[in-house]
């Protein structure tokens, strides 16, 4: 399929469609042209040949890539990461402590991603290379990583999402690379005057309370920058809030009904698709748009997530 250009984002980050799922505007890299060459986000492995093309467009070679950061080891973020490694002999991947096993031995993530995904898995994520220990360093809340003289990354356990996610801080630009912790961003609608930010309940750690906090933190932070890995920059940060401030709670409620009317995950699924196109229908939308088969892949996924977290509350009040 035909590629799209590096975007510069300004504050020496260049950002690249890397075509998850062969889809534009659904994840991208960012690459932070500092003293230490720096990528936060690989996506899957079949996405890597976009991510290196990329970084040719920009006069990048692999080889003097320096630190891989991924904010958390969902295969759409960091599946392909052991791949990129054998194009970059001298780069050292960055994970959350808890994620750091997995990237090493990443049998746990294989097995989850089959059970999702069933046939479906090859195509959209094989294959997963294991990461060299030797390679991986962890961050933890309040550390911190230097990778130019005016730019030192500070590193923040931001849960909800997944437990094994942080994000990450960026002094030049007052921003903050947020993985899925505060939700999708659908970038592909601003051509229309649209702006939706979803929360993203995908399985199998969502928690809504630890995700509200974390979002809750990154907005006493004041930042005026938020890099979505889904997908791209918005500097309305204000509006990020106040729609995952109204999505979070509205899915999670949809799915207790649901629950409650003893239907799963793919009744959930589609009440949330139901209620996004109603919304976008209404900021006339086109019926049409390209956007909604991404929205339907990620209500999908949350329908999953929803499911599961609802589950495992029954299991635990009948303990």
């Known amino acids: 399929m035909e590629r799209r250009k590096p975007v510069d984002l300004g504050n020496r980050i260049q950002f690249i469609d890397v075509c998850d799922l062969g889809m534009f505007g659904r994840t991208g890299s960012y690459v932070l042209q500092e003293e230490q060459l720096t990528i936060i986000e690989t996506s899957a492995s079949p996405s890597i040949p976009y991510l290196l093309k990329g970084l040719h467009d920009l006069g990048i070679d692999p080889k003097d890539i320096q630190y891989i950061i991924v ?5 759409d973020h960091a599946g392909g990461v052991g791949l990129l490694l054998q194009d970059c002999p001298k780069a050292t991947v960055v994970v959350h402590p808890k994620g750091a096993r997995h990237l090493a031995h990443p049998e746990r993530l294989i097995e989850g991603a089959r059970a999702v995904y069933g046939d ?175 929205i339907k892949l990620d209500t999908d996924v949350c329908g999953m997530g929803l499911a599961h977290y609802f589950a495992a509350l029954q299991k635990k009040s009948a303990q």
């Open 71 to 75: 904010t958390h080891i969902h295969l």
């Open 120 to 294: 479906k898995f090859d195509a959209l994520y094989d294959p997963i290379v294991p990461v060299p220990e030797e390679r991986i360093i962890v961050k933890a809340d309040g550390e911190t990583l230097t990778i130019g003289p005016d730019c030192t990354l500070q590193f923040y356990d931001t849960p909800g999402h997944a437990n094994h996610h942080f994000s990450i801080y960026h002094p030049p630009s007052n921003g903050i690379f947020t993985g899925d912790t505060i939700g999708v961003y659908y970038a592909e609608l601003k051509a229309l005057g649209v702006d939706l930010y979803l929360a993203s309940t995908s399985p199998n750690q969502f928690n809504p309370d630890a995700m509200k906090n974390s979002m809750e933190r990154i907005r006493e932070m004041g930042v005026d920058r938020i890099y979505f890995g889904h997908f791209g920059m918005s500097t309305d940060t204000v509006e990020v809030y106040r729609q995952i401030d109204y999505w979070l709670p509205r899915f999670v409620e949809t799915a207790r009904q649901v629950v409650q009317e003893g239907k799963g995950a793919e009744e959930i699924s589609a009440r949330l698709f139901q209620q996004v196109q109603q919304h976008l229908s209404e900021r006339h939308v086109p019926v049409d748009h390209p956007v909604y088969s991404i």
